[in-house]
């Protein structure tokens, strides 16, 4: 699979381009403010962006989201609760092509009700529900730490330790990291009760 990540805007965003080389069919994950690099990488590369995901509706991930459809003609991808506009609507467990390359659809609720990972070729894009050595805000409207705590618990530790996280922001010690890495040294996801969770989240 072809991979490309960049820091987009004063937020730390990152913005991702995955491709397909044997068709070279492309998405952008998460276009963030200017996905400008993410187009010029594609072009450089002969990859032809045919579709959006949204990690979730966050300006910060979506600002971006319209001129690059424009642009390209890609398609919008977001879960079916996201407030963005949407020409694919996805659901925890679907399964999305590019080209021949086959994203799966995790909905991963707490940061917002939206958040969704996406799971492609040995990768996993984790948006705002888990980051390098942290996870994302549950004090945000639409925010839930129950829900982060079923989605980092009862998903995100369930998935496989091999997989390569590529988050929403560079907020950790690394750009990328592994579950099994993550599972290991990322206090978020050290084993607690709800009640235990709850109280650690509303720890300043």
Do not use: W
């Not at 991979?3 to 044997?22: R, S, T």
């Not at 070279?24 to 963030?32: E, F, H, I, M, T």
């Amino acid at each position: 699979m072809f991979f490309e990540q960049h820091l987009i805007g004063a937020m730390q965003n990152f913005g991702y381009v995955i491709g397909d080389p044997k068709t070279k069919r492309a998405a952008v994950v998460d276009p963030s403010f200017d996905a400008r690099i993410l187009q010029k990488v594609a072009k450089e590369n002969g990859y032809s962006i045919e579709l959006i995901f949204n990690t979730h509706h966050h300006r910060d991930h979506v600002f971006d989201n319209e001129r690059l459809a424009d642009e390209t003609g890609a398609k919008i991808a977001a879960h079916r609760l996201s407030e963005v506009r949407k020409d694919v609507v996805l659901e925890d467990g679907s399964i999305v092509n590019v080209g021949e390359l086959k994203v799966k659809v995790v909905h991963t609720p707490g940061h917002s009700p939206d958040s969704s990972c996406y799971i492609v070729s040995g990768r996993v894009f984790t948006g705002d529900c888990l980051f390098v050595g942290d996870c994302g805000r549950v004090d945000l409207p639409g925010s839930s730490v129950e829900r982060m705590y079923d989605s980092l618990f009862n998903k995100v530790r369930k998935m496989d330790d091999d997989l390569i996280v590529c988050p929403g922001h560079h907020y950790g010690k690394a750009q990328t990291s592994t579950i099994g890495e993550e599972k290991r040294t990322n206090y978020t996801l050290q084993p607690r009760t709800l009640d235990e969770f709850i109280r650690f989240m509303k720890t300043p």
